[in-house]
């Protein structure tokens, strides 16, 4: 087990946007019955071949952290948070597609996320604004995942899909859109998460 | 204002809910307004009588015939059962919601045998009683729970280093979590790596071999599950102790600082008043009461803003956000009627006269009584519940 090297992932978002349900489906395989809301935060684990077939193929523990609550808590509740965003490797970011708003939080809370990690002292600086600066030089990889996208009409969809290009271009990071109900089994390659 | 303040994080999709809730909120407001015109002594009293019936008309219409209804096609239509025939089971709804209404109105002593069935005193008088007793409630509840939050003496001492261990806790466990999650993990790879290569096994040995090893891996699975799920619920109530030590170091900071201070004195000052209301039943003098009714009444109308829109994050979700939105009008519709009437109780003799032509014969001295009753019932069971609770409070510190 100790060969194993340890990967930390967040996933963070709004509440019922899907986080826990997606983290399920990486790890279980299967799709979460009954979510339900998640209170504090719950980890699963799962095994990931890192280029699988080559002679470099390493096996890693990708540990998905997903944290509940929303962007506008009570401050006990985001510095209580604060916590678990220690020493992370990678954050994936969950927004609703169905839901606006959902995806403008997703700037308060990398904001949140990554000023953690940054000040020592562990209070979080800025009111919030969203600094394109601060993404550039970030080390830690991000990953923008919408989901329910089949629960937008047939029109909208394009709409939707522009929207969300240019929300992963702010980011400067990958994006993948998820289905509800996830019937069939997706893999997903962690192209973003470089290990070196 | 109400995007802003009360939906910062969701949509509220449909337009026709928003205009309701504007139209509620701004009604009620206008009636505040009047009330203050009337003692004020402002325009002249014909129109003000106009505005007032005109006001009154259009609140009741708005609060008993379209919200509700609207509330019973918006949940009807969450469930996606009934989703066909929405229309009809929305109907279905209302006409239950207007026979408890009317059902509301038979114990109590408002029936006046000279109206008829659909006069405005009969509604008024339902929705007053509703209302009343709903202000009385919060009323009652907000007259302790404002000295306990503001008052230091009840806060309880915190240290950093607590919080600290906590968290140290709370990451101990995470850890742990996560170790056996890694071995159940592996375990099954490890399985299912197994069962492919037994797979290719034949013969009897091989079978049963495959059982016997499936067995013990399984069972080895369940236990370790079980001590995940157990584990589990530790790290939630880790999680949320620590957000209250946390949420009390951050009351406690507050109450060092100069508004802290200001709002701990306002607190010290209500107690005394709250408590000298619920053992009092006659006020000293008719203005001063009002004056002070009128703080209670706008005090408490921030209180209830506030927490409702605390109970609506925690209930809320993107599904239920018109419900939501409905269900806040139709309290504060009810909420601000109420207030009218009450607030006709501490106004001096001379201004009731219009207030009790327009509202016509109700029997006020009622809903006065009614109103101290259900007030000192909620109090002291507020004082009671919160009582509980700090003692639970502290045991559980004990404990750990």
Known sequence: ?196 | FFMRQLFKDYEVRQYVVQVVFSVTFAFSCTMFELIIFEILGALSSSSRYFHWKLNLYVILLVLIFVVPFYIGYFVVSNIRLLHRQRLLFACMVWFTFMYFFWKLGDPFPILSPKHGILSIEQLISRVGVIGVTLMALLSGFGAVNCPYTYMSYFLRNVTDSDILALERRLLQTMDMIVSKKKRIAMTRRQMYQRGEDQNKQTGFWGMIKSVTSTQTGSENLSLIQQEVDALEELSRQLFLETVDLQATKERIEYSKTFQGKYFNFLGYFFSIYCVWKIFMVKFWSQHISFILVGIIIVTSIRGLLITLTKFFYAISSSKSSNVIVLVLAQIMGMYFVSSVLLMRMSMPLEYRSIVTEVLGELQFNFYHRWFDVIFLVSALSSILFLYLAHKQAPEKHMAL
């Open chain 1, 1 to 196: 087990m100790a060969s194993l090297d340890r990967v930390k992932v967040l996933v963070l978002g709004d509440s019922g946007v899907g986080k826990s349900s997606l983290v399920h489906l990486l790890c279980q395989n299967q799709v979460l019955g009954n979510p339900s809301w998640t209170v504090g935060c719950s980890v699963d684990v799962r095994v990931q071949d890192y280029k699988e077939g080559t002679p470099e193929e390493k096996t890693f523990y990708i540990e998905l952290w997903d944290v509940g609550g929303s962007v506008g808590s009570a401050s006990s509740v985001k510095s209580t948070r604060a916590v678990f965003y220690n020493s992370v490797n990678g954050i994936i970011l969950v927004h609703d597609l169905t839901n606006k708003k959902s995806s403008q939080n997703l700037y308060r809370w990398s904001l949140e996320a990554l000023n953690k990690d940054s000040s020592p002292t562990g209070v979080i600086v800025s009111n919030g604004d969203y600094d394109r600066e601060q993404f550039a030089e970030n080390p830690v990889p991000l990953l923008l995942i919408g989901t329910k996208f089949d629960q937008i009409p047939e029109n909208k969809r394009n709409e939707v899909l522009n929207r969300t290009a240019f929300l992963s271009e702010d980011f400067n990071a990958e994006e993948i859109n998820l289905m509800t109900g996830f019937t069939d089994r997706k893999r997903f390659n962690f192209k973003s998460l470089h290990y070196d």
